[in-house]
């Protein structure tokens, strides 16, 4: 897979903000990524060196409206669970630095 498109950004709750003072981030990420495709990623792109992945998928979730008709009030996707080694810096996603290849 593309390494520029694995990390869509950060998932901005509450509960994410709190885990980062451990360096635990949660991030948003494609559907067909891998935890080594997050690994590989943080390290080329984030310079972060990730101790733990954990990935889980967001189920979507739906409503009937009247006749057999659905409506999506949360879109599936998916989310990585990322915890960074003590000694890497802490993960800043505004700066998404490119290296060349």
């Known amino acids: 897979m593309d390494l520029t498109r694995v990390i869509h ?3 901005l709750t509450e509960k994410a903000e709190r885990m980062k003072t451990q360096h635990t981030y ?3 990420i494609d559907q067909h990524a891998t935890k080594i495709d997050v690994k590989n990623a943080l ?6 060196e990730a101790t733990s992945v ?3 998928r967001v189920r979507p979730k739906q ?4 006749a057999g008709k659905m409506m999506t ?3 599936p996707r998916k989310h990585a669970i990322v915890t ?13 630095s490119t290296v060349s290849r």
């Open 63 to 66: 409503r009937l409206i009247g």
């Open 43 to 48: 390290r080329r792109f984030y310079n972060a």
């Open 84 to 96: 960074l080694a003590k000694d890497s810096k802490p993960l800043d996603l505004a700066q998404f």
């Open 9 to 11: 950004g950060p998932v």
């Open 26 to 28: 949660t991030l948003l």
């Open 73 to 75: 009030k949360r879109h």
């Open 54 to 56: 954990r990935v889980m």
